[in-house]
């Protein structure tokens, strides 16, 4: 200073206060060109050097080297030289960054025109001396005390690859390395998610309630500035409840940003019992150790995300392969390039019965496919997954009948589908197919049997109904039948060939004759038949065939038919054995199963029952044809000594009317006459009945009125409906037409109805015919008002020989079968409506005719 207290230009001390900020430009275009300084910010980079130069100022000035310096000054070459400590500076770094502060002011220095250079100078270098003897003893001691450090945190790294016992033993190190610290905290985490990860102090319990809200309200803070910070310093902008953190007997809160790549990864934490504050010495070697750290925790994050993932990807990999291996459908996948199989799962083997392992090319899929409607083979290029992986066709519900590698059949249905890359190119292709064997032959077998049912019941012809199961099995159920029927069903055994060659079955008669009779061949059959259980017979190794195994003539029976697999069933029916159907496949190459057993077995059955029906039948017809020709006889051999008894009755009715006899003898007379006609009737409509089912019975067709037949009718028994008190009328259009039928038996039914309906009538009832056109039709009708039929009784009043209970009359129950025939012989047909305590109608048609016979 001058006299009056101006700085003096010509003192180097206040020539380095003046020019500050030049030295520190000129002295920051030095130093940038060391590799530490490159990357660190022009702030950061000169930070503390003002006040390194400030202190240089004091020393070179009045007080001199050695001299007593402001207390704030006296640690600032030490500072920097722990700043740059912590910045990764070398000691040479630090000592290279003095001397170009050394020549920056000399430089500065001359050319401003300098003054007595030779004082300051020494000045100037015993500062400097100083200031770089402070900073690399200070350096020196930091750095072992930081190597320290980081060879604690280097073998905590070492030590696990867990995140959280890294920053377990990072704080442990932290307190070893800072005697200050009692309490350390690691919080990762952004601002609005930072969770404690470690702690190391807390000797009371973990951070809990309002003391852990406290934590991350000051952690959040520390984020906010990007800088550390002390809890002091922050309070200012942080609500009251943030000094529970101190509710651990803190003093002294310290936080550290850990920051990596320009991004907030957390916080950590520091507290001290007994300390006011933290020394800067204290705080540099935090912020340094927690600096370091950070790229650990970062790896380490890297890492457990990376095992996470790893164990994810495991985890997500042993469930795909579960879920490929236990889903209930085949599954392959087929790369693009080559059609090369990449998996296949468990049911992929086990609906084909063969492996895929292998495949390395689109010829190597599936051999033995064919299409459902027509039979067709597959091409390879067919095949829904070669579709999928060359054009990306995708492929819905496509079914496909597979000869699988056990040599039995089955039915697959099959969904294909491409993968595709992000530029929408097929990569590979997905293929599922689920095996519908079991529900395509439920199905197929459901309507095979009904179709069977049906067909075989269109018959009852014994022989036709042997004819009929031949050709439904063939080659629905295999390539051969063989019906062979028991002598005790016929009188003599009867086999029933069926193949779809006619040639190839003259062949298989030829040989069959040449095998029979065969021993063994009669023993299976026999044991069949007797055990009632159907015997499947998958190749020609099942044991029942090893006695014909020797036998030559069976075994070119097998040959030269191609016999693959048989089955034998036998049909049962009502606890009766009727024979035993012989199934086998030969060219279609099919071998059977338990679920074709089950299917020829219930045909077996249906068969049957349809043969069985057929016999009876049969028998039945033969019963009805001989009681026809029995009554017929009867009758007919009946009537001449009936007539005989008729007349006798009559001559002597005449003679004792004429001797004026005793009035009983004449009653006893008009009885036997009464029984005679009545037994003249029931032969006349037995043997009309006879005549009728034989097939027997002539119509002498004629043109004639229906009018005339309808009075006719009537006047026949108006003395009887007089005696009776009943109403008995007549009706009938005007523009009837005439018919052509056989007037006698037309007015048979009308007599028939007629006698009926006069019976249930009583006194002051009626009874009326009419005559009626419907289109090509003339309708007779009888109606009465009498106690009508019920209803339940309806539909058997036209069978033969059938009575109703409730109307108090008998009869011989033909009248109105007889009436049936003759009118469906005319082409017409009869019916009846009635409803009980009003009365009945009867009705029948007979068709107009042209006037000519």
Same mark, same amino acid.
């Given at each position: 200073?001058?006299?009056?207290?101006?700085?003096?230009?010509?003192?180097?001390?206040?020539?380095?206060?003046?020019?500050?900020?030049?030295?520190?430009?000129?002295?920051?275009?030095?130093?940038?060109?060391?590799?530490?300084?490159?990357?660190?910010?022009?702030?950061?980079?000169?930070?503390?050097?003002?006040?390194?130069?400030?202190?240089?100022?004091?020393?070179?000035?009045?007080?001199?080297?050695?001299?007593?310096?402001?207390?704030?000054?006296?640690?600032?070459?030490?500072?920097?030289?722990?700043?740059?400590?912590?910045?990764?500076?070398?000691?040479?770094?630090?000592?290279?960054?003095?001397?170009?502060?050394?020549?920056?002011?000399?430089?500065?220095?001359?050319?401003?025109?300098?003054?007595?250079?030779?004082?300051?100078?020494?000045?100037?270098?015993?500062?400097?001396?100083?200031?770089?003897?402070?900073?690399?003893?200070?350096?020196?001691?930091?750095?072992?005390?930081?190597?320290?450090?980081?060879?604690?945190?280097?073998?905590?790294?070492?030590?696990?690859?867990?995140?959280?016992?890294?920053?377990?033993?990072?704080? !442990?190190?932290?307190?070893?390395?800072?005697?200050?610290?009692?309490?350390?905290?690691?919080?990762?985490?952004?601002?609005?998610?930072?969770?404690?990860?470690?702690?190391?102090?807390?000797?009371?319990?973990?951070?809990?309630?309002?003391?852990?809200?406290?934590?991350?309200?000051?952690?959040?803070?520390?984020?906010?500035?990007?800088?550390?910070?002390?809890?002091?310093?922050?309070?200012?902008?942080?609500?009251?409840?943030?000094?529970?953190?101190?509710?651990?007997?803190?003093?002294?809160?310290?936080?550290?940003?850990?920051?990596?790549?320009?991004?907030?990864?957390?916080?950590?934490?520091?507290?001290?019992?007994?300390?006011?504050?933290?020394?800067?010495?204290?705080?540099?070697?935090?912020?340094?150790?927690?600096?370091?750290?950070?790229?650990?925790?970062?790896?380490?994050?890297?890492?457990?995300?990376?095992?996470?993932?790893?164990?994810?990807?495991?985890?997500?990999?042993?469930?795909?392969?579960?879920?490929?291996?236990?889903?209930?459908?085949?599954?392959?996948?087929?790369?693009?390039?080559?059609?090369?199989?990449?998996?296949?799962?468990?049911?992929?083997?086990? #609906?084909?019965?063969?492996?895929?392992?292998?495949?390395?090319?689109?010829?190597?899929?599936?051999?033995?496919?064919?299409?459902?409607?027509?039979?067709?083979?597959?091409?390879?290029?067919?095949?829904?997954?070669?579709?999928?992986? /060359?054009?990306?066709?995708?492929?819905?519900?496509?079914?496909?009948?597979?000869?699988?590698?056990?040599?039995?059949?089955?039915?697959?249905?099959?969904?294909?589908?491409?993968?595709?890359?992000?530029?929408?190119?097929?990569?590979?292709?997905?293929?599922?197919?689920?095996?519908?064997?079991?529900?395509?032959?439920?199905?197929?077998?459901?309507?095979?049997?009904?179709?069977?049912?049906?067909?075989?019941?269109?018959?009852?012809?014994?022989?036709?109904?042997?004819?009929?199961?031949?050709?439904?099995?063939?080659?629905?159920?295999?390539?051969?039948?063989?019906?062979?029927?028991?002598?005790?069903?016929?009188?003599?055994?009867?086999?029933?060939?069926?193949?779809?060659?006619?040639?190839?079955?003259?062949?298989?008669?030829?040989?069959?004759?040449?095998?029979?009779?065969?021993?063994?061949?009669?023993?299976?059959?026999?044991?069949?038949?007797?055990?009632?259980?159907?015997?499947?017979?998958?190749?020609?190794?099942?044991?029942?065939?090893?006695?014909?195994?020797?036998?030559?003539?069976?075994?070119?029976?097998?040959?030269?038919?191609? #016999?693959?697999?048989?089955?034998?069933?036998?049909?049962?029916?009502?606890?009766?054995?009727?024979?035993?159907?012989?199934?086998?496949?030969?060219?279609?190459?099919?071998?059977?199963?338990?679920?074709?057993?089950?299917?020829?077995?219930?045909?077996?059955?249906?068969?049957?029952?349809?043969?069985?029906?057929?016999?009876?039948?049969?028998?039945?017809?033969?019963?009805?044809?001989?009681?026809?020709?029995?009554?017929?006889?009867?009758?007919?051999?009946?009537?001449?000594?009936?007539?005989?008894? #008729?007349?006798?009755?009559?001559?002597?009715?005449?003679?004792?009317?004429?001797?004026?006899?005793?009035?009983?003898?004449?009653?006893?007379?008009?009885?036997?006459? !009464?029984?005679?006609?009545?037994?003249?009737?029931?032969?006349?409509?037995?043997?009309?009945?006879?005549?009728?089912?034989?097939?027997?019975?002539?119509?002498? !067709?004629?043109?004639?009125?229906?009018?005339?037949?309808?009075?006719?009718?009537?006047?026949?028994?108006?003395?009887?409906?007089?005696?009776?008190?009943? !109403?008995?009328?007549?009706?009938?259009?005007?523009?009837?037409?005439?018919?052509?039928?056989?007037?006698?038996?037309?007015?048979?039914?009308?007599?028939?109805?007629?006698?009926?309906?006069?019976?249930? /009538?009583?006194?002051?009832?009626?009874?009326?015919?009419?005559?009626?056109?419907?289109?090509?039709?003339?309708?007779?009708?009888?109606?009465?008002?009498?106690?009508?039929?019920?209803?339940?009784?309806?539909?058997?009043?036209?069978?033969?020989?059938?009575?109703?209970?409730?109307?108090?009359?008998?009869?011989?129950?033909?009248?109105?079968?007889?009436?049936?025939?003759?009118?469906?012989?005319?082409?017409?047909?009869?019916?009846?409506?009635?409803?009980?305590?009003?009365?009945?109608?009867?009705?029948?048609? #007979?068709?107009?005719?042209?006037?000519?016979?």
């Amino acid at each position: 200073m001058d006299q009056l207290g101006r700085p003096n230009e010509r003192r180097l001390s206040d020539f380095i206060r003046r020019h500050r900020d030049a030295i520190l430009e000129a002295w920051k275009q030095r130093v940038q060109t060391l590799s530490p300084a490159r990357q660190l910010s022009d702030p950061m980079l000169t930070d503390h050097v003002p006040g390194v130069l400030a202190y240089i100022a004091e020393i070179t000035g009045e007080a001199g080297a050695g001299a007593e310096v402001d207390r704030k000054l006296r640690g600032m070459p030490g500072y920097h030289a722990l700043n740059r400590l912590a910045h990764g500076y070398d000691l040479a770094d630090v000592v290279k960054e003095y001397a170009d502060l050394r020549a920056v002011i000399l430089e500065l220095w001359e050319r401003d025109g300098g003054g007595d250079g030779g004082h300051e100078l020494i000045r100037l270098n015993g500062a400097l001396d100083d200031a770089i003897a402070d900073a690399v003893t200070r350096y020196q001691e930091a750095r072992v005390r930081l190597l320290q450090a980081l060879d604690l945190i280097s073998a905590a790294a070492l030590g696990s690859t867990d995140l959280d016992a890294f920053l377990t033993a990072l704080i !442990r190190a932290t307190r070893e390395a800072a005697a200050a610290v009692d309490v350390a905290i690691v919080l990762l985490g952004d601002g609005d998610a930072l969770d404690v990860h470690a702690t190391a102090g807390l000797d009371d319990g973990p951070l809990l309630g309002p003391p852990l809200e406290a934590t991350r309200e000051f952690a959040r803070a520390v984020l906010a500035l990007r800088g550390p910070t002390s809890l002091d310093a922050a309070l200012r902008t942080l609500p009251a409840t943030a000094r529970e953190i101190r509710s651990r007997g803190l003093r002294a809160v310290y936080g550290v940003p850990l920051i990596h790549d320009g991004h907030a990864i957390g916080v950590a934490i520091l507290g001290s019992r007994n300390a006011e504050e933290f020394s800067e010495e204290d705080t540099l070697m935090l912020r340094t150790m927690t600096s370091r750290a950070t790229g650990i925790i970062v790896q380490a994050q890297l890492v457990a995300r990376e095992r996470a993932s790893r164990h994810q990807a495991d985890d997500a990999r042993a469930l795909l392969a579960t879920v490929v291996e236990q889903m209930p459908a085949g599954l392959m996948i087929g790369e693009r390039e080559t059609g090369r199989l990449l998996l296949t799962n468990r049911q992929a083997t086990e #609906i084909f019965r063969q492996s895929f392992e292998g495949i390395q090319s689109i010829e190597g899929y599936i051999g033995r496919g064919f299409h459902v409607q027509s039979g067709k083979a597959y091409e390879t290029w067919e095949w829904p997954l070669s579709r999928t992986v /060359t054009t990306g066709e995708v492929v819905n519900n496509e079914e496909i009948d597979v000869l699988r590698g056990d040599g039995t059949w089955g039915r697959i249905l099959v969904r294909s589908t491409p993968v595709r890359d992000p530029d929408g190119r097929v990569s590979a292709g997905v293929v599922t197919f689920f095996d519908i064997t079991e529900r395509t032959r439920a199905e197929q077998a459901q309507r095979f049997l009904a179709a069977a049912s049906a067909s075989l019941s269109d018959s009852l012809d014994f022989q036709s109904t042997l004819d009929r199961l031949g050709r439904i099995t063939v080659p629905e159920l295999g390539d051969w039948c063989v019906i062979q029927t028991l002598p005790e069903v016929e009188a003599a055994r009867r086999v029933t060939v069926t193949h779809a060659s006619p040639e190839t079955i003259k062949k298989a008669r030829a040989l069959l004759r040449d095998v029979d009779p065969l021993p063994g061949l009669s023993a299976l059959v026999e044991d069949v038949l007797c055990s009632e259980r159907p015997e499947l017979i998958r190749d020609l190794s099942h044991p029942l065939l090893a006695p014909l195994a020797e036998n030559a003539a069976f075994r070119r029976l097998v040959r030269e038919l191609g #016999i693959t697999s048989a089955m034998l069933v036998p049909m049962v029916a009502r606890g009766r054995t009727f024979g035993c159907i012989a199934l086998a496949t030969a060219e279609s190459g099919r071998v059977y199963d338990e679920a074709d057993l089950a299917v020829a077995h219930d045909l077996a059955q249906r068969a049957a029952l349809a043969a069985d029906n057929a016999r009876l039948y049969e028998a039945a017809q033969r019963a009805i044809e001989l009681r026809d020709n029995v009554l017929a006889t009867v009758s007919h051999d009946l009537r001449n000594p009936l007539s005989a008894i #008729i007349t006798a009755a009559a001559v002597m009715t005449k003679r004792a009317a004429a001797r004026g006899g005793d009035r009983g003898d004449t009653k006893a007379l008009q009885a036997i006459q !009464r029984s005679a006609h009545r037994m003249d009737r029931l032969i006349h409509d037995l043997l009309d009945f006879a005549s009728l089912r034989a097939g027997r019975l002539e119509l002498r !067709r004629q043109p004639q009125d229906p009018r005339e037949i309808g009075r006719e009718a009537v006047e026949t028994f108006e003395s009887q409906a007089h005696e009776k008190g009943v !109403r008995l009328g007549a009706a009938a259009d005007d523009d009837l037409p005439i018919i052509a039928c056989d007037r006698d038996r037309v007015l048979q039914v009308l007599s028939n109805l007629l006698s009926n309906a006069l019976k249930v /009538t009583g006194a002051q009832g009626s009874v009326t015919v009419r005559c009626e056109r419907r289109e090509e039709h003339v309708v007779f009708s009888v109606s009465d008002t009498g106690p009508g039929i019920p209803e339940d009784e309806l539909p058997y009043l036209f069978e033969r020989f059938w009575r109703g209970q409730r109307n108090g009359y008998k009869g011989t129950g033909l009248g109105l079968a007889i009436a049936r025939e003759l009118v469906a012989a005319h082409g017409g047909t009869i019916s009846v409506d009635s409803r009980v305590g009003v009365g009945t109608t009867f009705r029948f048609t #007979i068709p107009v005719g042209d006037g000519e016979v």
